[in-house]
């Protein structure tokens, strides 16, 4: 072969390569929706979604209360999340230019980075310890220190690109600084940022470990925030781990319930940022 | 008689009436009134505030092993291999070693992947393909560990133990990375999960960092005479090193962290084996075991010592990849 | 009236971006071992007519050609012909410089040695190509220098260089002085002059002056057609055409 056709031949093997890269990179992805909707779906019926769990053996039993405890323990999370990170994300676009700025900037990246295990263990010390339980305010917290980073940068980006023109006028107006940002500059961020607050939501409804000594479990239904919570994930997570054939089959329900509402959330915030865009640009 | 009345006041609770001249005298920084100074004094508490968070992490974080802190040396700690509770003996080894090597695994199989990947995504892939794939690699981040580790406990494990491990050891037994017996559980199959799970970052972020390369560099490779594949592997590649390198860093970062899906196949036994087949204990699985049910308060602080050894190495793993992403934007800069 | 054979000549060469059509049937010659100059103002077609002549342009997404090109009597875009080793004959320099910025000098100069595996020394090889490309005496004492280290002006003739090592037939160069002063502007022109005994020199210049100065044939496009093609010195001082000399008196453009 000559040397030019190795190099085309060379040149064959490696698109070919790549292009496998690729299959093989999302075969793992079809194979686990195919089976978590294959395996999950027989187990669907409206008595699960209502149903509180039941012992082994025992027929019915749902995750009820686990779904509902997802929910709830998100909505903590959003409490004690929101306002640190939307606010810190606003410092940081409106003031974050110096060398403080910069701080803020850096303490944020690292701190997105913490394994969520250990935001949970800080959680157990800040809450659980004191209050000397587990309980469902313990989970919001782990959770929501959880959203704190990721929706602080993302923020700041979003309110960045509000362009400058708007915040001016504003201004020239004799609109007050704290006027400007709040209502001008914000409301035009909104869709931005309701977009980053729903993938933040959709990551916290996802996180397991720092459920597992904060809002630990609890088999009924349960509104308080001193108590503990059942959650989808640690309830998938005691399914799967016990040697009970019925209840492998329940996490694989639970789990399809869990994608589901994970997806739901990431395709919302999809849709409303290919919406808000074109709002924008009219 | 004075002037024309004066400009429109933008507040009532001021008390000086503003005069013509004062909109260009006060500079939209300088809080001119309550509401711009609580505005002010609101964002940099809120500011503020994500380092008290850094500061708390670290402030519970510390005060959680205070028990510890007199009775174990902290060398003793990292060096110990003896996990007993019971006896109260902690060594952390197995599960730094556990965690280092479940993670190398999940770089060394996730990184060719995520750069073969990256690059047809960039250079090769019609158009019309291109959001297909990004969607699919966004699907995969979104994907939430527990259900990973459902996946791996009832597919992957099984599909190890009775034909790729038997494989491995046939044709590579030779080496101790591949000796013993073949359980699915262990090293490997966690090395794995892991690797799927950090291919999505890995890729996403050597995809935007293969965009900044400029056409003109590949222009230059191709019209030498080069076949596309050398013109990538010439101009675009070593371009694109250092933010390969930091997106392995953010890669390397996400698998140390992660805790339920490894917890879930790697078999939790707090021992060292050279072999891949054998099961382990990794920092964030023994936690998530082991914490809600501490024995004693030595065994609880031995625990939160082990979240301090997870948040300092994510920390200087983070640290190191933000730097070098930056160090790679202001180099891009100068040949812009 | 030409003494030389044409090296390179198309015809009813038409090239598209999709349904855009930017070049309509242009039919031109370019003579061997002399320098032919593109002139015409901008967004006429003249950097897609160059990108034709090594088949770059086909690269570009929806990017398709009609008609013919054909070097030294053969089809550039026949079924036997390699595209990537036509791109070895006919060499390219770009308007901005584009050396490889992670490679030395050196490295730049030999990229295209290794690439296509020509064997031989290296070293001696890469000192001739610099010494043709005026740029050896400002740079000998530090080959392994980062080839970004250089001005805008040495790093355009690193880039000529470069392209001259792989022993090219033909040179096309695409506004290769409009990012330079001038004074690398009157170095790479003398270059021209120099290299035009050895090789096959097509220039796109959006600069008048600069064709009738390095240029012995110039070609006049204007909005995708061929206007006049024909020596230098007809094309500036006595035109056929009405509209190119109104482009060359400044008319327009």
């Known amino acids: 072969m000559t040397q030019l056709a190795r190099r085309h031949a060379v040149n064959a093997a490696m698109t070919l390569l790549t292009g496998l890269a690729v299959v093989v990179a999302l075969i793992p992805l079809a194979l686990l929706l195919w089976l978590v909707v294959s395996k999950g779906a027989s187990g669907l019926s409206w008595s699960f979604f209502t149903n509180l769990p039941t012992p082994v053996g025992e027929p019915g039993g749902g995750i009820g209360n686990a779904l509902l405890g997802t929910l709830y323990l998100v909505g903590l999370a959003c409490l004690v999340g929101l306002p640190l990170g939307v606010g810190a994300g606003v410092f940081l676009a409106e003031r974050g230019d110096g060398r403080f700025g910069s701080f803020i900037r850096f303490t944020a990246e690292v701190l997105s980075g913490v394994p969520s295990i250990v935001v949970g263990i800080v959680a157990y010390g800040l809450v659980v310890v004191p209050m000397k339980r587990f309980s469902a305010l313990a989970g919001g917290v782990a959770l929501g220190l959880l959203m704190v980073p990721t929706l602080a940068r993302t923020t700041e980006e979003l309110v960045r690109l509000v362009p400058g023109s708007l915040r001016e006028a504003s201004l020239a107006l004799g609109i007050p600084q704290w006027k400007t940002s709040l209502r001008v500059v914000l409301r035009t961020a909104l869709g931005g940022v309701i977009t980053a607050v729903l993938l933040a939501v959709a990551r916290a409804a996802g996180e397991t470990a720092p459920l597992l000594f904060t809002a630990l479990n609890n088999q009924y239904w349960n509104f308080a925030p001193d108590q503990p919570t059942a959650s989808l994930t640690v309830q998938i997570y005691n399914y799967a781990i016990s040697p009970y054939e019925d209840w492998h089959q329940k996490a694989w329900t639970a789990a399809l319930v869990l994608l589901i509402l994970v997806g739901a959330l990431n395709l919302t915030a999809r849709f409303l940022t290919r919406s808000g865009l074109t709002r924008e640009q009219r | 008689m004075e002037g024309p009345p004066p400009l429109l006041l933008p507040d009532s609770d001021n008390a000086t009436a503003a005069r013509p001249g004062d909109a260009l005298v006060a500079t939209p920084h300088r809080p001119r009134n309550l509401g711009d100074r609580l505005w002010a004094a609101g964002l940099v508490s809120l500011g503020g505030g994500l380092a008290v968070v850094a500061g708390v992490i670290v402030l519970a974080l510390g005060r959680l092993t205070t028990p510890l802190v007199g009775r174990v040396h902290l060398l003793e700690f990292l060096k ?150 050398e013109a990538i592997r010439l101009a675009v590649l070593p371009h694109a090193r250092a933010g390969i390198m930091g997106a392995t860093l953010l890669g390397l970062g996400r698998a140390l962290g992660e805790t339920m899906a490894v917890t879930m196949v790697i078999g939790n036994t707090p021992e060292i084996h050279a072999s891949l087949f054998a099961t382990g204990y990794t920092l964030p699985s023994v936690i998530a075991n082991e914490f809600a049910e501490a024995t004693s308060g030595e065994h609880m602080a031995a ?34 | 009236m030409t003494a030389k054979a044409d090296k390179i000549s198309v015809e009813g060469l038409s090239a598209y971006f999709g349904k855009t059509q930017v070049l309509r049937s242009v039919t031109a010659g370019m003579p061997a071992k002399s320098v032919t100059a593109i002139i015409g103002p901008s967004g006429c077609g003249k950097s897609t007519l160059l990108r034709c002549l090594n088949r770059m342009h086909e690269l570009a997404p929806g990017a398709r050609v009609e008609g013919s090109i054909h070097m030294d009597g053969h089809d550039i875009q026949g079924r036997d012909v390699d595209p990537v080793h036509l791109r070895r004959l006919v060499g390219m320099v770009f308007q901005r410089p584009n050396p490889f910025p992670t490679m030395s000098i050196f490295d730049n100069v030999s990229a295209g040695l290794r690439l296509n595996g020509i064997r031989g020394d290296h070293r001696t090889m890469v000192v001739q190509c610099l010494r043709q490309a005026a740029l ?24 000529i260089a470069r392209a001259l090592a792989v022993e090219p037939e033909v040179l096309l160069m695409d506004e290769p002085t409009s990012a330079l002063d001038p004074i690398a502007t009157a170095k790479v022109e003398d270059l021209i002059h120099e290299l035009k005994s050895k090789y096959t020199i097509v220039i796109v210049t959006h600069n008048m002056q600069q064709a009738a100065r390095v240029s012995d044939q110039t070609a006049f496009l204007y909005m995708g057609e061929l206007v006049e093609v024909g020596p230098t010195e007809q094309i500036f001082t006595n035109p056929r055409e009405a509209r190119t000399e109104d482009y060359v008196t400044g008319k327009f453009g």
């Open chain 2, 303 to 336: 625990l939160a010592g082990l979240a301090l050894v997870l948040f300092g190495l994510s920390v200087l793993l983070n640290a190191a990849a933000r730097l070098l992403v930056k160090a790679v934007k202001a180099a891009t800069g100068s040949f812009g």
């Open chain 2, 80 to 229: 110990g291999q003896d996990w007993d509770p019971v006896a109260a003996s902690f060594g952390a080894l197995p599960f730094i070693y556990g965690t280092l090597v479940t993670s190398l695994l999940a770089i060394v199989v996730a990184l060719p992947i995520s750069v073969g990947l990256a690059i047809f995504m960039v250079e090769i892939a019609p158009k019309g393909l291109r959001p297909i794939v990004s969607f699919l690699i966004e699907t995969l981040a979104a994907i939430p560990s527990v259900v990973y580790g459902l996946w791996g406990l009832f597919v992957l494990v099984p599909w190890l133990r009775q034909t790729v491990e038997p494989a491995l050891a046939r044709v590579l037994g030779f080496l101790p990375l591949f000796q013993g017996p073949p359980i699915g559980l262990g090293f490997l199959a966690a090395g794995l999960i892991l690797a799927v799970m950090i291919l999505p970052t890995i890729a996403s972020v050597t995809i935007e960092v293969l965009k900044t390369v400029p056409i003109s560099l590949r222009e230059a490779a191709l019209v030498l005479g080069a076949t596309r594949w």
């Open chain 3, 136 to 159: 050896w005496d400002e740079v000998k004492d530090r080959l392994r220098a980062p080839a970004i280290s250089l001005s805008g002006g040495q790093q355009q003739r690193l880039c």
